[in-house]
């Protein structure tokens, strides 16, 4: 029944924070909120880019990180709604708060354009945990648009920190960045425990890399619990940084 649905989805969301937590505090972690968006008529993705670029972001507003992930080859029903993901990085829930309270006590009104004028986004937010699995240097060295893979994984008999080690093997196969995203607040709730896998290919690298993880036979998957499905590509886009 109704009731019985709603406390199994708070037992699952229970369990679902304090491991994510749990795992979060042993490797490099991130708060990321994201929504999905669409380009306006008359302007192209490049558009949005390069005039989001342009904008003398706040340090007491911004995210620490800025990326707008455009969906390539996207799995599900996505690319028929949306064209790409707007993605806020924050070193902590605090600095998340602290700058969403600065962003709100900002005078109204505005001059000229604005970003609101080229796209159109929807009015549901997700907030995740970001769970460093492997680093892989300076993505961006060469290029402020890289390519990135994503997939989702229902946790099964796993916990996240399979997931965590499932990430990194990848990432060392593909000379990537990886990383685990568990979302918390926001988005449907899931009947049992999920999470995200998150790979970034350096400037330049994602052909080969694919390429050779090709020609030397796909590695068997770990019995770990996880089942991951419905893998997708993006353009990672840099829009803004503060380190």
Not at 25 to 46: L, P, W
Not at 56 to 74: I, K, Q, V
Not at 171 to 200: C, H, K, W
Request: charge should be negative.
């Amino acid at each position: 029944n109704k009731v019985m649905k709603i406390n199994l989805s708070v037992s699952v969301f229970i369990i679902f924070m304090f491991t994510a937590f749990n795992t979060s505090a042993q490797n490099d972690t991130r708060i990321s909120r994201e929504v999905a968006c669409s380009v306006n008529d008359g302007y192209a993705m490049s558009d949005v880019v390069e005039f989001a670029r342009n904008i003398d972001w706040s340090d007491d507003m911004a995210p620490n990180g800025l990326f707008f992930r455009e969906a390539y080859a996207a799995s599900g029903e996505f690319q028929y709604n949306w064209d790409f993901v707007i993605s806020g990085l924050y070193e902590s829930f605090q600095n998340m708060s602290s700058k969403v309270t600065a962003q709100r006590n900002r005078a109204g009104g505005r001059e000229g354009a604005s970003l609101s004028d080229m796209m159109t986004c929807g009015p549901r937010a997700r907030v995740s945990l970001i769970i460093q699995a492997n680093s892989a240097g300076d993505l961006f060295e060469d290029s402020e648009t890289v390519a990135m893979a994503t997939t989702s994984c229902s946790l099964n008999d796993g916990t996240v920190a399979d997931a965590v080690v499932r990430a990194s093997q990848i990432g060392q196969n593909f000379n990537a960045y990886t990383s685990v995203s568990n979302r918390l607040f926001g988005g449907p709730i899931p009947e049992s425990p999920e999470a995200g896998i998150r790979i970034i290919f350096p400037s330049g690298e994602f052909g080969s890399s694919m390429d050779s993880v090709i020609a030397g036979g796909p590695p068997n998957p770990p019995n770990d619990g996880l089942e991951c499905r419905g893998g997708s590509l993006w353009f990672l886009h840099r829009i803004h940084s503060a380190n």
